[in-house]
Every structure is written in C-alpha cells, then in structure tokens.
C-alpha cells in the first residue's frame, strides 16, 4: 500500500514568513497526526484530527500555527508568522484505530517529513 | 500527566555487543507499546508494537522488547548488533482509555552508534 505522502520535503524561509506543509495520510486512515520534531528530540503533537475533526490540539502554538483537514483526508499545516525555534522536521502521521475504548488498537505509520529552517 | 522516559541518550556499541536500550512510561491504565528508529536521513519506522498478549515481542531485524507491567518498562534489546544499527531509537506509548481518543506520547529518543 502507499505511505504516507509529505511535501515539500525541505523548506528555508526567513523568520516571520510564512509557510505550508501538505500531508497525504494512508487511503482510508481516519486519524491524521501533525508532529513537530526538533533536532536531538522525539516527536512532539502538535495536532490530531480523527476524520475532518479535531480531537487535539492542545499542544500547538495557535497564535502562530493553524491545521486543518477539510475534506477527511489530506491536511494541511500552516506557520505564520515563522520563528527561529519553529527549524524542526514536521512529521504526518495516519493511523487506522481498530476497536474501541480499552480494547483499541493504534498504530501509527509516518511520512518522510518536512525538514524546515528559519533563518 | 503521561510521560515516556528513556534512559540512555546517547549509546556507543562495537559490533557484536549486545544492546538494551530503556523505555518508562508514566501511566496506570492499559497501554500499547511501540519501538521506532529512525536511520540517518530516513523516517521513523516501526520495529516493533505490543498491544496485547506475550509480553516478549520479536520485530524485525532481530530486535525484540520486553513489557514488564509491574515497572512500567518496555526495554528494546537485540543480542548482537550490526553497523547497520546505527539509528535514532525512539519508545512509544499509547495510553487507552484515558481519554475519548488515543494518544500517542514519544520519548526523547536513543541515539546508537555501533562502531565497526
């Protein structure tokens, strides 16, 4: 089956620019998940979506960061304006959860990411 | 709240030694596990999950994990490694039940050098 699909791949911008990254999920996924990655650390959530819903987005930056997933499938991350710290790889994530509850099962399957520097 | 824990950083192996890479995780309530590595240049990549069953769980590459219930652990361990290993090593945690929804919590990450 085909992965997860991301573009670009890499990004420069200058510090208050904006910028978009595009995220293919895996046909038929209904989780989608947008992780920031800073260099020599895990993946952080920054928002996830279950169909075109949101169900987290406790953890991102909204003065400055906005997603969104309009039809169910692909999404979009967006950054405006950019600061220095926002350089990290932004990973998609899709997820197919079978089951419900305690008895739910999640495992989740990654794009190649978006390696952004703010200069 | 959640929270995964790895304890080493940064690991410097000779091929052939063994390795135990560890993984805590805060959180009382049922749970599946997840290994990743990421190879220079490349994207994460699963090498192994538990959701449920044998605690001992073999993936791919000849690397397999223990979860041990009673210390929160899942420990990723392969007897022998190759040059090839050399990657960045991450632990997942997918805490169920916790909310309406599953979420997925990262440890900071293992980074393995194995020196030929």
């Known amino acids: 089956e085909a992965g997860v699909a991301q573009s670009p791949r890499y990004k420069i911008i200058e510090k208050r620019q904006s910028v978009a990254f595009w995220c293919n999920p895996i046909s038929g996924h209904a989780t989608l998940y947008w992780y920031q990655q800073i260099l020599g650390q895990g993946p952080k959530l920054l928002i996830q979506?279950?169909?075109?819903?949101?169900v987290d987005d406790s953890q991102l930056p909204k003065d400055r960061f906005s997603a969104e997933r309009l039809k169910g499938v692909d999404s979009t991350l967006k950054i405006q304006p950019a600061k220095l710290e926002d350089s990290a790889v932004y990973l998609c994530a899709s997820s197919l959860i079978w089951g419900q509850g305690l008895s739910s099962y999640n495992e989740q399957f990654f794009g190649p990411g978006t390696r952004l520097t703010v200069l | 709240a959640q929270s995964v824990s790895q304890h080493n950083h940064h690991v410097i192996l000779s091929e052939a030694a063994s390795l135990e890479l560890g993984c805590n995780y805060s959180y009382g309530g049922t749970v599946n596990l997840f290994w990743y590595v990421q190879y220079p240049g490349q994207h994460l990549q699963l090498l192994l999950k538990y959701f449920s069953g044998d605690p001992l769980v073999k993936g791919i590459k000849g690397f397999e994990a223990e979860f041990i219930k009673s210390k929160f652990s899942f420990n990723l361990r392969k007897p022998s490694v190759q040059w090839s290993d050399t990657a960045e090593y991450f632990c997942a945690v997918n805490a169920q039940g916790k909310t309406s929804y599953d979420k997925v919590i990262f440890g900071p990450g293992t980074s393995l050098s194995v020196i030929p």
């Open positions: 979506f279950q169909n075109n819903g949101v």
